[in-house]
Protein backbone atom coordinates (compact mmCIF):
# COMPACT_ATOMS: atom_id res chain seq x y z
CA UNK A 1 0.00 0.00 0.00
CA UNK A 2 2.98 2.63 0.41
CA UNK A 3 4.33 1.85 -3.09
CA UNK A 4 0.94 2.52 -4.13
CA UNK A 5 0.60 5.91 -2.09
CA UNK A 6 4.03 6.80 -3.49
CA UNK A 7 2.99 6.75 -6.86
CA UNK A 8 0.47 8.51 -6.48
CA UNK A 9 2.13 11.13 -4.42
CA UNK A 10 4.99 11.90 -7.01
CA UNK A 11 5.67 14.87 -8.96
CA UNK A 12 4.59 13.93 -12.36
CA UNK A 13 1.47 12.17 -11.30
CA UNK A 14 0.28 14.90 -9.49
CA UNK A 15 1.69 17.35 -12.60
CA UNK A 16 -0.24 15.07 -15.32
CA UNK A 17 -3.82 15.18 -12.74
CA UNK A 18 -4.08 19.25 -12.85
CA UNK A 19 -3.16 18.84 -16.76
CA UNK A 20 -5.95 16.57 -17.44
CA UNK A 21 -8.64 18.21 -14.94
CA UNK A 22 -7.37 21.54 -16.61
CA UNK A 23 -7.49 20.23 -20.22
CA UNK A 24 -11.26 19.53 -19.58
CA UNK A 25 -12.44 23.20 -18.10
CA UNK A 26 -10.60 24.50 -21.49
CA UNK A 27 -12.09 22.40 -23.61
CA UNK A 28 -15.24 23.34 -22.08
CA UNK A 29 -14.59 26.88 -22.51
CA UNK A 30 -13.38 26.47 -26.17
CA UNK A 31 -16.64 24.62 -26.73
CA UNK A 32 -18.82 27.47 -24.89
CA UNK A 33 -16.96 29.95 -26.93
CA UNK A 34 -17.90 28.65 -29.87
CA UNK A 35 -21.15 27.59 -29.17
CA UNK A 36 -21.57 31.33 -27.85
CA UNK A 37 -19.92 33.56 -30.47
CA UNK A 38 -18.57 31.59 -33.52
CA UNK A 39 -21.64 29.32 -34.57
CA UNK A 40 -23.86 32.73 -34.65
CA UNK A 41 -21.02 34.48 -36.31
CA UNK A 42 -21.56 31.59 -39.11
CA UNK A 43 -25.08 32.11 -38.65
CA UNK A 44 -25.14 35.60 -39.89
CA UNK A 45 -23.40 34.30 -43.57
CA UNK A 46 -26.54 31.82 -44.06
CA UNK A 47 -28.14 29.60 -41.43
CA UNK A 48 -26.11 27.57 -38.84
CA UNK A 49 -25.93 24.49 -40.57
CA UNK A 50 -27.11 20.96 -38.64
CA UNK A 51 -25.79 17.89 -40.84
CA UNK A 52 -26.95 15.63 -37.58
CA UNK A 53 -30.54 14.55 -38.80
CA UNK A 54 -28.62 13.30 -42.29
CA UNK A 55 -28.30 9.47 -43.27
CA UNK A 56 -28.33 6.56 -45.51
CA UNK A 57 -29.75 3.22 -45.23
CA UNK A 58 -28.22 -0.07 -46.83
CA UNK A 59 -30.38 -3.18 -45.72
CA UNK A 60 -32.01 -1.45 -43.29
CA UNK A 61 -28.71 -0.35 -41.29
CA UNK A 62 -28.88 3.40 -41.03
CA UNK A 63 -25.54 5.07 -41.35
CA UNK A 64 -25.56 8.49 -39.82
CA UNK A 65 -23.14 10.40 -41.49
CA UNK A 66 -24.26 13.27 -40.76
CA UNK A 67 -23.90 12.77 -36.67
CA UNK A 68 -20.06 12.38 -37.81
CA UNK A 69 -19.97 16.43 -40.13
CA UNK A 70 -21.06 17.79 -37.27
CA UNK A 71 -18.14 16.36 -35.08
CA UNK A 72 -16.05 17.06 -37.81
CA UNK A 73 -17.41 20.82 -38.13
CA UNK A 74 -16.99 20.96 -33.78
CA UNK A 75 -13.45 19.63 -33.90
CA UNK A 76 -12.00 22.22 -36.79
CA UNK A 77 -13.99 25.30 -35.20
CA UNK A 78 -12.51 24.09 -31.65
CA UNK A 79 -9.17 23.76 -33.47
CA UNK A 80 -8.86 26.65 -35.33
CA UNK A 81 -9.99 28.72 -31.70
CA UNK A 82 -7.32 26.87 -29.90
CA UNK A 83 -4.52 27.51 -32.25
CA UNK A 84 -5.64 31.46 -33.40
CA UNK A 85 -6.40 32.37 -29.75
CA UNK A 86 -3.83 30.61 -27.86
CA UNK A 87 -0.83 28.87 -29.93
CA UNK A 88 -0.29 31.71 -32.04
CA UNK A 89 -0.10 34.32 -29.26
CA UNK A 90 2.34 31.98 -27.26
CA UNK A 91 4.40 31.40 -30.33
CA UNK A 92 4.87 34.87 -30.66
CA UNK A 93 5.10 35.67 -27.26
CA UNK A 94 7.67 32.93 -26.96
CA UNK A 95 9.44 34.34 -29.89
CA UNK A 96 9.98 37.98 -28.31
CA UNK A 97 11.58 36.55 -25.41
CA UNK A 98 14.03 34.02 -27.05
CA UNK A 99 14.91 37.47 -29.32
CA UNK A 100 15.55 39.38 -26.03
CA UNK A 101 17.67 36.36 -24.79
CA UNK A 102 21.47 36.36 -25.95
CA UNK A 103 22.05 32.88 -28.03
CA UNK A 104 24.36 30.58 -26.29
CA UNK A 105 25.16 28.37 -29.50
CA UNK A 106 25.83 28.69 -33.05
CA UNK A 107 26.16 26.44 -35.76
CA UNK A 108 29.31 24.41 -36.57
CA UNK A 109 30.65 25.59 -39.69
CA UNK A 110 31.06 21.61 -40.97
CA UNK A 111 28.16 20.31 -39.93
CA UNK A 112 25.68 22.72 -39.17
CA UNK A 113 24.73 21.39 -35.75
CA UNK A 114 24.01 23.64 -32.91
CA UNK A 115 27.31 24.06 -31.07
CA UNK A 116 28.02 25.81 -27.84
CA UNK A 117 29.92 29.68 -28.60
CA UNK A 118 32.48 28.63 -26.49
CA UNK A 119 33.29 25.22 -28.06
CA UNK A 120 36.40 24.55 -29.74
CA UNK A 121 35.63 20.94 -30.76
CA UNK A 122 31.92 20.21 -32.63
CA UNK A 123 30.24 17.41 -30.02
CA UNK A 124 28.82 16.03 -33.57
CA UNK A 125 31.48 16.06 -36.09
CA UNK A 126 34.36 16.46 -33.79
CA UNK A 127 36.12 19.10 -35.82
CA UNK A 128 38.21 21.27 -34.51
CA UNK A 129 36.51 25.43 -34.57
CA UNK A 130 37.68 28.56 -33.26
CA UNK A 131 35.62 29.30 -30.18
CA UNK A 132 33.67 32.65 -30.08
CA UNK A 133 34.45 35.19 -27.53
CA UNK A 134 32.25 38.06 -26.68
CA UNK A 135 33.17 41.09 -29.04
CA UNK A 136 34.94 44.13 -26.92
CA UNK A 137 33.64 47.28 -27.00
CA UNK A 138 34.38 49.18 -29.49
CA UNK A 139 36.31 53.06 -29.03
CA UNK A 140 34.69 55.71 -31.43
CA UNK A 141 37.52 57.24 -33.47
CA UNK A 142 36.67 60.30 -31.78
CA UNK A 143 37.09 59.86 -28.25
CA UNK A 144 40.87 58.97 -29.41
CA UNK A 145 43.27 61.25 -29.39
CA UNK A 146 45.86 60.04 -31.78
CA UNK A 147 43.63 60.45 -34.42
CA UNK A 148 43.34 64.46 -33.53
CA UNK A 149 46.85 64.80 -34.00
CA UNK A 150 48.28 66.10 -37.38
CA UNK A 151 49.97 63.45 -39.23
CA UNK A 152 53.51 65.79 -39.52
CA UNK A 153 53.65 66.03 -35.86
Avoid at 81 to 92: A, D, E, H, R, S
Avoid at 100 to 106: G, K, L, N
Wanted: charged share 15%; hydrophobic share 50%.
Amino acid sequence: MSGFKKFLLQGNMVQLAVAVVIGALFSELVTAFAAGFITPLIGVFGGVPTFGDLYFEVNGSRFLYGQFIDALVGFVLTAAIVYFFVVLPMTKLMERFASEEEATTRPCPYCHSEINKAATRCAFCTSEVAAETPAAPVASAATDDTAKAPAGS
